[in-house]
């Protein structure tokens, strides 16, 4: 089949700009009036994270690109410089959108419901007066003045903490105002209680109303809020010898002095200020973004934590506990006799956390391998890996020091669990360690046997109760094997793994993604139905979007959920017809990665923690497992398929690049596929009790957890 060639603008999608229509939809759900409250305000608090790292990371590397003079165009042929521009009018509407969306909407809501930011001046006299008190005893002495002058230099102030700016009178006949800045204090919090509940003062309103006291004898012309937003990339280099940790450790110190990609001010900042502190950050009009409102819309989230207001959050949903009683006490006993597919938040995470305990404790569990990407605060599977390495097992660990912004904390765990005795592999040189895998090594009557837990998420046992993934926990001796493989590639010296279930990437999950597409297109070619569906979290990479598109000309049926960043572009005529687009923004975050292959109807299905992205198939170490156990099958399919039934969060991608949510016929049934794989997980449970009589329960849990990073 001969196509015409497509202008690379019509083919592709520029990758910042799609991510910026992802934060867009997010900014949808937090205006959707169908929507409880506090969960609206959730989803402005997380538009306002998602542009902070968005500024720290991909504005960042445009910048970076600019002033190094490199001058390679993306998929769509613009130039760094053309890109930032793009960007910069994107982004100043998403923050005007935002403002408006908070000021004019969410705030007086949330009054409405008795819940109030108040402005210094609408405080109460007795009210300021308390709030002088509390400021002389509490804040004053945390505070520190940082005067501006030819001795002492602009102060080296931290990416995303809130500052305060200051022009002072100036020194007759030596100058006409002098800057200074305050820093507000990171370590109090910033919602400070008056004395009517539901009412708060920002912190940073308390602390200008008392700016006197920090500069007796100073007339201060003006005082505005300032926060930055500075470069989070790491650059490592092996220059030196040192270690993966010690060259992490350098990075991290570097990027506190790193370039300011973003300045944020408060509204009654005057142009004299904005100018004079641009010049000092160095930052150019475009990066400057001016504030109606509190400066760091984040702080709505502190807002939604308050007791009450149940009808302001969504009702509860808690995870379905499948085999509580049974887990509690012996899973190594129930893996024996069959493996255990989990799809989070519906299900339980607790049989992941409960497997690596379990392992800590039984005498006869000689052995754990486990690769860590990303943890939680005071997590238990740290907890369990450390009391293993006492009890003398064999404990190696695979921590991914470079996993953006968690690398503190990932450098804290990793000497934590090397002072217990266990192994630990600071990353793979070159490549950022994503897999998420688990290798338990076993005594038992029949000798040593492995159990194996792969997943598509983290092993983070608070985000998987708000992020959507599957976890398999199987004894399978090909899976065993291929995992057993893996760790020794990673750890020791040894040739790419031959691997006969597993496919790891960057050896071979390329290759293998575009042999399985092709496949599909020979099925096509041949006249049999064809057809692919896939689930991600991002679509970037070139080679894996032109094989879509070869496909789906020659009559490929392809469906594809793609959460956030998508290049493709779908159902351009003669080029891509036969690929639908969709993405849902709901309750949860979706992160599953799904791949699903019709095969002639001997159906491939394949669980991964790979997007279709560059960085995951040649720069990460990942890996990419089969379902293939019947039931199992059917209920990844059931979880996939309904991701293009959803008629209520679904937004669908045109040719254009513009998402859009499909208009419902009257006669048609909302369909919400997060309620609708919870209603599942329900009626499996109940079913499985029937047949089993093993008690199924929703555990008893804590309101969700903030959203942390995937």
């Not at 041949?526 to 894996?544: C, F, R």
Request: proline fraction near 6%; glycine fraction near 4%; charge should be negative.
């Amino acid at each position: 089949m001969t196509v015409a060639p497509t202008p690379a603008a019509d083919r592709y999608i520029n990758r910042e700009l799609s991510w910026l229509a992802f934060n867009e939809r997010v900014l949808e759900e937090a205006a959707d009036t169908t929507t409880p409250l506090f969960e609206r305000a959730k989803f402005a608090a997380i538009v306002a994270s998602n542009l902070d790292e968005f500024f720290m990371v991909r504005v960042a590397g445009l910048r970076h690109d600019v002033a190094d003079q490199q001058g390679f165009l993306d998929l769509t042929g613009l130039t760094p410089s053309q890109q930032l521009a793009g960007v910069a009018a994107r982004a100043h509407a998403i923050v005007d959108a935002l403002y408006r969306l908070t000021l004019g909407d969410l705030m007086p809501a949330l009054a409405a419901a008795g819940i109030r930011i108040l402005s210094w001046n609408e405080l109460e006299h007795h009210q300021q007066l308390t709030l002088a008190e509390y400021f002389r005893n509490a804040v004053l002495p945390v505070l520190t003045p940082l005067a501006i002058d030819s001795a002492r230099p602009f102060p080296l102030l931290s990416s995303l903490t809130l500052n305060l700016a200051l022009r002072l009178e100036g020194v007759p006949g030596l100058s006409e105002c002098r800057l200074a800045i305050v820093q507000v204090p990171a370590g109090l919090t910033r919602l400070v209680a008056v004395d009517v509940p539901g009412s708060f003062v920002l912190l940073e309103e308390v602390i200008r109303a008392q700016l006197s006291l920090l500069f007796p004898g100073q007339t201060i012309l003006e005082s505005a809020v300032i926060r930055l937003a500075r470069d989070a990339e790491l650059e490592l280099d092996d220059e030196g010898g040192r270690t993966q940790l010690e060259r992490v450790e350098r990075e991290l110190r570097q990027r506190r002095h790193s370039d300011v990609s973003r300045l944020e001010i408060s509204a009654n900042a005057s142009m004299d200020l904005v100018t004079s502190l641009s010049r000092q950050l160095d930052v150019e009009p475009d990066d400057v973004y001016v504030a109606p409102g509190p400066v760091d819309v984040r702080v709505l989230m502190g807002l939604t934590d308050l007791p009450g207001y149940d009808a302001l959050r969504d009702p509860p949903q808690q995870p379905v506990s499948v085999l509580a009683d049974v887990y509690q006490s012996d899973l190594f006993s129930l893996l024996d006799e069959r493996p255990l597919l989990l799809h989070h938040p519906y299900e339980a995470y607790d049989p992941v956390v409960a497997l690596i305990a379990q392992a800590a404790d039984d005498p006869d569990v000689l052995a754990i391998k486990q690769t860590l990407y990303r943890t939680s605060v005071g997590s238990p599977i740290i907890t369990a890996l450390q009391r293993a390495a006492e009890h003398n097992k064999q404990v190696t660990v695979l921590v991914e020091l470079t996993a953006r912004f968690d690398e503190e904390r990932n450098i804290r765990w990793a000497r934590a669990l090397e002072e217990a005795g266990a192994h630990v592999i600071y990353g793979v040189r070159g490549y950022k360690t994503h897999a998420k895998v688990c290798l338990i090594v076993r005594r038992s009557a029949q000798g040593l046997k492995r159990y194996v837990h792969l997943g598509t998420g983290n092993y983070n046992e608070r985000t998987a109760r708000i992020y959507t993934d599957f976890s398999l926990l199987t004894t399978s001796p090909a899976i065993a094997e291929d995992a057993t493989a893996v760790f020794s590639a990673l750890t020791g010296y040894s040739d790419p793994p031959r691997l006969k279930q597993l496919t790891m990437a960057p050896t071979g999950l390329r290759r293998r993604f575009l042999k399985l597409i092709e496949r599909e297109r020979r099925r096509a070619d041949s006249g049999q139905p064809a057809e692919i569906m896939a689930k991600m979290n991002a679509l970037i990479d070139q080679e894996i979007i032109d094989a879509l598109y070869t496909a789906s000309q020659h009559g490929v049926s392809i469906r594809l959920n793609v959460r956030g960043i998508c290049a493709l572009r779908p159902e351009v005529p003669g080029l891509s017809e036969n690929i639908q687009v969709v993405s849902i923004v709901d309750r949860f975050l979706e992160h599953s990665r799904i791949y699903y292959f019709l095969n002639g109807g001997d159906e491939d299905v394949f669980l991964a923690s790979a997007d279709w992205m560059t960085r995951n198939l040649d720069k990460r170490v990942e890996l990419m497992f089969p379902i293939e156990q019947t039931d199992h099958k059917a209920k990844v399919l059931f979880a996939l398929r309904m991701m293009f039934r959803d008629n209520v969060k679904a937004r669908r991608l045109g040719p254009d690049g513009v998402y859009t949510r499909p208009e419902r016929p009257a006669d048609e049934p909302p369909v919400r596929a997060q309620h609708q794989l919870y209603e599942e997980a329900r009626r499996n449970a109940s079913l499985a009790r029937e047949r089993t009589g093993v008690v199924f329960r929703p555990e008893e849990r804590a309101r969700e957890p903030r959203s942390e990073r995937s």
